[in-house]
């Protein structure tokens, strides 16, 4: 007899669905949520596909969840990330999937309040709740316990004794609305063209890809908000990616003086319940936009009408474990399946977006000036070959002087170095040792505030000795090289009485104390800021008006032809702080090499050129977008036993015409974690399909044994 079969794909390392029969007291449609016995245990999963046939002998799923529906759009989605990345289905499905927790109820929290007569036994801890719920207020029992001082097992107490009773709780609304209206800026007529173009994108409702290109300060989150307004005018839903850093109180104030209400934002530290609930109002559209992460890609949209990926050329957009995907490539497939407008804004673009956009496949709006006349900060070079500071210390003359002098004027310098912690290296002076990490092949960086030597890449973490521990040679040991916390020790020394931070991820405090140091800085406290990376991107510092580049070098020797790209923009984006509130900005930006393309580039401020160049090579070398790239990744604890794998894999790599294997070759980072790691390289021609060629390459190779791993980054960033 037939029955109805369901095709359930699991969040697990598994490409394929598996199949249960459903039974007859069950209604279920593709999409839905259901729990199924899987081994000895049950498991959530997805209804990936129903059809009627033959049971034999298929196990019954359990039962179906109350769990938002996975659209068709949703399975397509995955499915296709799954095809590209040529990670397991089953892998992705993870990345969307948040099941809720069984039997408990939903939406509602229980709330105390004052009811009955006072207990018979009154306490001191039981006077103070008593105290603290006087006027019949209803209360989370938390709420009610933490004002009194006592546990809530007072509380439960008070409850069976008919003092208090317990009620249900609407929980407060998760995603206010959002209002189109709320505050319409006057736009410049550039920001005016641009805003009527996406407008028009949002109201055509149809795939397609803009790139919305301006400097720094160029006003474009004004115009994308219009974009914005106008899907939310339509009833849309709305989605803004932004790198994680970027999720500050100054982009969510600035979203609700312009729609009167904050987005719902999405991110790794959003957790429970507050997760769960986003999530499901993603899913029934109560929640209108969402600013996120990168993960906010997999959220259940009920009626996508628009994407922003804001900084699109961020390489914090990849995902480099698990499913190697890239945010801004993965928001135009959805944008295309969901036939919506996506917008990529930056000031910097990447190589393959300035690509596309010139070559048509995506659209382009271009802000060329500052918004408001303010003009971009005038870059000079200092040329540490003429400008040496002394010995150990890192401020050249020139840039102390304009320190100086902007201090004196109550305004705010920044000085970037991309380098966490005191010193990256530490050696000692009698016997030559190198201090390195166990676990990888890097040194170990200083970082004093600790007194600790950490591996930046797997975290490793020994206190700093006092002798070499090498040699045993009593105090030897020196520090090599700037990091932020050696320049703020430079800066200390030399203003003694100037207030002075670091910012940079490592610092105590974690992410909040990290936002409300930002805000501080915004709001002009600090007259000297020492910052990574961290300070360089999107943040809005009215107050600072000098830009301080100690190494301009640090990205450039690096061997991956992406270097040129990433420093280009990285110092783009960090110079572009200057000058962004009232008073004119300038930058010096400290280099051994001034004449190199990167760096002269930036000085005359001939973006297209740099661009021209890059693209030039990019073509040359048939690397994206001109061609495909993918790297596959192999490890094991055991060097030859990666190195064996690795070979069988060249070996057995039979590549086409318009396919070139490359290497193995030791990866760039030879150890990482405990494990060796050699690489090949898949350079195609553009027309050919890579996912294609790898699985059937994968399927003809033996596959790994014992604890070797092969890991596939298509379009891995650096190479
Ligand atoms: P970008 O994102 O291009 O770096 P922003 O969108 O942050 O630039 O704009 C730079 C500054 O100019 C911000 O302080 C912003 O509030 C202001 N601004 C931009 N456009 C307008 C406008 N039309 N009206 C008023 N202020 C604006
Ligand atoms: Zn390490």
């Not at 609700?256 to 999405?266: A, D, I, K, L, N």
């Not at 501080?520 to 800021?529: L, Q, R, S, T, Y």
């Not at 794998?645 to 030879?670: D, K, T, W």
């Amino acid at each position: 007899m037939k029955q109805i079969i369901a095709e359930i794909l699991m969040p697990l390392a598994l490409d394929k669905p598996y199949s249960y029969v459903v039974p007859a007291h069950i209604s279920l449609a593709e999409g839905d949520v259901v729990l199924a016995p899987l081994g000895v245990r049950e498991t959530f999963g997805v209804v990936w596909r129903l059809f009627e046939g033959d049971p034999a002998k298929l196990k019954p799923i359990s039962k179906r969840v109350d769990a938002p529906n996975f659209s068709e759009n949703l399975r397509k989605f995955l499915d296709w990330i799954a095809w590209y990345t040529l990670a397991p289905r089953g892998s992705c499905l993870a990345l969307a999937l948040r099941p809720p927790e069984l039997d408990r109820v939903d939406n509602i929290r229980l709330g105390v309040r004052l009811a009955g007569p006072p207990p018979a036994r009154m306490t001191a801890a039981r006077q103070r709740v008593l105290e603290a719920a006087e006027g019949g207020m209803l209360h989370t029992k938390r709420a009610l316990a933490d004002m009194a001082a006592v546990s809530t097992s007072v509380i439960d107490g008070l409850i069976d004794e008919g003092t208090l009773e317990t009620l249900a709780m609407a929980p407060p609304p998760i995603a206010d609305e959002p209002k189109p209206d709320f505050a319409v800026p006057e736009l410049s007529p550039e920001q005016k063209k641009a805003a009527d173009y996406l407008r028009a994108e949002v109201t055509k409702a149809k795939a397609s890809v803009t790139l919305l290109e301006g400097v720094t300060g160029s006003g474009k989150t004004e115009v994308y908000f219009e974009a914005v307004a106008e899907a939310i005018a339509r009833g849309k839903q709305t989605l803004i990616l932004l790198p994680e850093i970027a999720l500050t109180a100054q982009f969510l104030d600035r979203f609700s003086r312009r729609f009167g209400v904050r987005p719902s934002t999405w991110h790794s530290g959003v957790g429970g319940r507050k997760r769960e609930r986003l999530y499901a109002a993603t899913a029934s559209g109560e929640a209108r936009v969402i600013a996120g992460a990168r993960s906010a890609l997999f959220l259940p949209f009920k009626e996508l009408g628009l994407i922003v990926v804001d900084e699109e050329h961020e390489a914090a957009y990849k995902q480099e474990d698990g499913v190697h995907y890239h945010a801004r490539d993965m928001a135009v497939v959805r944008g295309r399946i969901e036939q919506c407008p996506v917008i990529l804004a930056s000031a910097t673009p990447s190589i393959e977006t300035r690509v596309n956009a010139e070559r048509g496949r995506y659209g382009r709006v271009h802000l060329p000036e500052r918004f408001g006349g303010r003009i971009l900060p005038k870059i000079t070079p200092i040329d540490l070959r003429k400008n040496q500071p002394l010995a150990g210390r890192w401020l050249s003359e020139p840039l102390l002087n304009a320190i100086r002098e902007t201090v004196a004027a109550g305004e705010q310098a920044l000085l970037f170095l991309n380098r966490r912690g005191y010193a990256p290296l530490t050696l000692c002076r009698s016997c030559g040792h190198r201090y390195e990490c166990p676990n990888c092949s890097t040194w170990l960086v200083e970082h004093k505030y600790r007194r600790a030597l950490v591996c930046h890449h797997c975290g490793h973490v020994e206190r700093r000795p006092d002798n070499c521990i090498e040699c045993g040679t009593v105090d030897s040991l020196t520090s090599c090289g700037p990091g932020v916390e050696r320049i703020a020790e430079e800066v200390a020394e030399i203003f003694p009485d100037v207030r002075r931070i670091v910012l940079s991820s490592d610092m105590p405090g974690g992410t909040e104390r990290m936002r409300q140091e930002l805000e501080a800085v915004a709001a002009g406290e600090f007259p000297i800021v020492i910052g990574t990376q961290l300070v360089a991107k999107g943040h809005n510092f009215p107050g600072m008006t000098l830009v301080g580049v100690i190494d301009a070098d640090v990205g450039l020797t690096s061997g991956d032809p992406r270097a040129s790209e990433r420093t280009f923009q990285l110092l783009q984006q960090v110079t572009g702080r200057a000058g962004r509130g009232e008073r004119a900005g300038r930058a010096l930006v400290q280099t051994y090499q001034p004449e190199h393309p990167v760096i002269s580039a930036l000085i005359s401020g001939d973006a297209d050129r740099f661009y021209r160049e890059e693209s030039r090579v990019r073509e040359y070398a048939v690397l994206p977008p001109f061609g495909r790239l993918a790297a596959l990744i192999v490890t094991a604890r055991e060097r030859e036993a990666a190195e064996a794998h690795a070979r069988l894999l060249a070996r057995s790599s039979q590549p086409p015409a318009g396919v070139m294997v490359l290497g193995p070759a030791e990866a760039p980072l030879f150890q990482l974690r405990g494990r060796y790691r050699y690489r090949l390289l898949v350079k195609t021609e553009r027309a050919v399909q890579i996912q294609a060629y790898l699985r059937e390459w994968i399927e003809r190779t033996e596959k790994p044994k014992g604890n070797v791993r092969v890991t596939i980054d298509i379009d891995p960033q650096s190479f």
